[in-house]
């Protein structure tokens, strides 16, 4: 949700300041004990264990300490409030519950005590508690907002559906408030069966972003349900090009229930599923944009009311592994269920948080195991359940060969346009007697329910307006039989990809893990494998061949990485990692100098801010001896960079070039405090005490192997962009 996560940003300060409070005591009332000096001490050292455990993100401890000091102090505000929060961090209903009601007796506006004692009575089905505990958590921005629709979920569960769309008006607030609101407004019409209000709501959140999964779920399911399967059609279409043509996980396993014709639920069937959906995507917003308190806070909201919510444990597993927590990241993503669409994507993310603890032949077992797996179904039950009766479901042939008969037909007729008005009303499912061509009772009941359910006097009788109407049926039949089989094609294009596209995650991150090993020439094997599925390359393919080609410039075969690196850049001609990394190594080999300088400077001016790249250009003139140059882009690199000891060592080097030798010195000092490698230290140690020798007598001391330029650049610059995918 690209729109919500610019605006998330800017308010993340103001939503982590209950979670923000100062570490001081003072004020609490020492206990009255004969060994107070050993039990002050144990109080406090509860507390500032407590705090310190909190701010290491160990809140497991953290709920530990405070327990303790909250036993010695019942009544201290700051405690019992860091004790509460803590607690609901961890998911602890029961816990968190008691503190809450306890905290508001200090503090009666508290939003988070507030919003987990609307919880608390939600669950009970005491909907005006509810609502006057969400209403008195209304204070900052998210409380705000997380209150409005809080208390639209409440008022629905209350069966007050218009007070509930009455709380998402989007009046008067800010851009990111409006799409959370906006989207649930769609949710609410849609759970309340106003389905012009949601099909509104809905074109609007799709119109303004069309690739987040959860509202293309919400409204692909809207669509099916309302068995409009052109609308449906052309949301996975937006969905698809909006993704680079691949369907997440969750949507396509909408798209393949709809393509095998089953009975399709709302994405929020009910008022606590709504609930949860809101603290769900508040919660996922935040933990992504770095405020992982108050998020995880909201996430254990979400799965306290839906204790199975596959995103919500996602999300949560997410917030663990921002906090480098990956034992209780790899616990959450395994509560997901077995079946879910999710499932690929979290083993790869458990994988990696494997390989996060150390456990890289572990991490490599679990990659390799998925490899056995199927992935011709989406999963979560996708495939059908073998009740759906295709081969008797009359065929789009069958529908254009049936023909509506002229003239009136009554009961106790016979002949050919009694059979033509048999076969109609039975492509179109509403007749399932003989069709012998007599016009007899049931085929007189069949003419009289279609009759009424196109609102026409049901008497059994075929005239002109039970024509008309019998015509546009057919019509509207056909119509919606060429957009199953559009929808299908969709449906077949995803199978052919779905395997294709595991394969191909399965296999980079195998690769990646490789390579962050320095293990280049498995990882090579894998992105090879990759780059053998890809038949037709596209422009965001570029990433596999530029990571072979660094991978093999890492095992010194530079042919097979030049025609890779080539290859990237044919690709993606304007991607700054690929003209750097190309650029200075055709410099640093003391080839193509002229077209490596440009590629270079390209890369430069496509990402000013880059650092690393900012040193290459510098550190490319400095090896073609234009060393006035090479001063001002590296003086460049190191504002851009300070803490990096390379590219203080390279501008120490150009500074003694141009006789500035004592800023010269100066840098390589700097360098060494700054944790350089190794075989660094002694180079840039002799260079203090001797200096750089004259360039044209001993060309080659001072400077960088040949291929060191480029290996650093495949550790710094590269490293996240191949990964990434």
């Known amino acids: 949700m690209q729109h919500k996560r610019r605006h998330f940003a800017a308010i993340l300060a103001i939503a982590a300041v209950p979670l923000t409070l100062a570490t001081s005591v003072l004020g609490a009332a020492p206990p009255k004990d004969d060994d107070s000096a050993f039990y002050a001490g144990s109080y406090l050292g509860s507390y500032l264990a407590g705090g310190l455990a909190r701010g290491l993100s160990d809140t497991r401890s953290a709920v530990r300490f405070y327990r303790r000091a909250l036993a010695q102090d019942p009544n201290n505000r700051r405690i019992l409030e860091h004790a509460f929060l803590m607690e609901a961090t961890e998911g602890d209903a029961e816990s968190a519950t008691t503190l809450a009601r306890r905290l508001i007796k200090f503090d009666k506006t508290n939003r988070f005590a507030r919003m987990w004692l609307g919880l608390s009575a939600f669950s009970r089905k005491r909907y005006a508690l509810a609502d006057r505990h969400f209403a008195a958590a209304s204070n900052g921005p998210i409380g705000e907002l997380t209150s409005a629709l809080a208390r639209a979920w409440t008022a629905a569960a209350a069966s007050r559906v218009s007070k509930a769309i009455k709380f998402t008006r989007s009046t008067r607030r800010a851009s990111w408030a409006r799409y959370y609101l906006r989207y649930h407004r769609a949710l609410l019409a849609d759970y309340a069966g106003r389905d012009k209000l949601a099909a509104e709501s809905y074109a609007t959140m799709f119109a303004l972003d069309s690739r987040t999964p959860r509202i293309t779920m919400a409204y692909l399911r809207f669509a099916a349900r309302r068995g409009d399967i052109a609308l449906a059609n052309r949301i996975l279409r937006k969905n698809a090009l909006s993704s680079s043509g691949q369907l997440h996980p969750s949507v396509d396993a909408i798209a393949l229930r709809l393509r095998h014709r089953e009975a399709i639920k709302r994405l929020i069937a009910t008022p606590r599923a709504g609930l949860a959906e809101v603290f769900y995507g508040l919660g996922d917003a935040l933990t992504t944009e770095g405020g992982n308190g108050v998020g995880m806070i909201y996430l254990q909201m979400a799965l306290h009311l839906r204790p199975n919510f596959p995103h919500a444990l996602a999300g949560l597993a997410n917030a663990y592994e921002n906090t480098k927590q990956y034992e209780r990241a790899i616990a959450t993503y395994q ?325 500035r030798k004592r800023e010269a010195r100066f840098q390589w000092q700097w360098a060494l405090t700054l944790d350089p490698a190794k075989k660094s230290i002694e180079a840039i140690r002799k260079k203090l005490l001797v200096g750089l020798p004259d360039p044209a007598a001993s060309p080659e001391i001072g400077l960088p192997q040949p291929e060191a330029k480029p290996n650093q650049l495949g550790k710094r610059a590269s490293k996240n962009v191949i990964e990434q995918k």
């Open 335 to 659: 509560r997901i269920g077995i079946n879910s669409p999710l499932r690929l994507l979290i083993d790869i993310r458990r994988a990696s948080n494997l390989d996060a603890l150390g456990r890289v032949d572990e991490a490599k077992t679990v990659l390799l195991s998925l490899l056995r797996r199927k992935f011709e179904s989406a999963g979560d039950g996708a495939e059908g359940n073998g009740d759906t009766n295709e081969s008797t479901r009359p065929t789009l042939a069958d529908l254009q060969a049936a023909r509506v008969p002229d003239g009136v037909l009554r009961r106790g007729q016979s002949g050919e346009a009694a059979t033509e008005l048999q076969n109609v009303l039975h492509v179109l499912g509403i007749y399932s007697g003989p069709r012998n061509g007599t016009y007899g009772p049931q085929t007189r009941s069949a003419v009289r329910r279609f009759q009424r359910s196109v609102r026409l006097r049901g008497d059994g009788v075929y005239g002109e307006a039970t024509r008309i109407k019998l015509k546009q049926a057919l019509r509207k039949a056909i119509a919606r039989e060429r957009e199953q089989l559009a929808l299908g094609d969709v449906s077949s294009r995803q199978k052919d990809m779905r395997a294709v596209t595991a394969r191909i995650r399965i296999y980079n991150a195998i690769a990646g893990l490789m390579r962050r090993h320095k293990r280049f020439a498995e990882s090579i094997d894998y992105y090879s494998k990759i780059i053998s599925e890809i038949k037709n390359p596209r422009k965001r393919d570029w990433t596999y061949w530029y990571a072979r080609g660094t991978s093999y410039e890492r095992i010194s075969k530079w042919p097979e990485a030049e025609r890779d690196l080539l290859k990237a850049m044919e690709l993606h001609p304007d991607q700054p990692l690929i003209l750097n990394y190309l650029g200075y190594s055709w410099v640093d080999q003391n080839k193509n100098l002229d077209r490596g300088l440009e590629l270079i400077t390209r890369a430069v001016q496509l990402k000013p801010d880059d650092g690393y790249i900012v040193d290459s250009l510098g550190w490319a003139y400095y090896r073609l001896g234009r060393y006035r140059e090479a001063v001002e882009h590296l003086e460049q690199a190191v504002e851009l960079r300070p803490s990096d000891p390379i590219l203080n060592d390279h501008l120490g080097d150009a500074l003694w070039r141009v006789n």
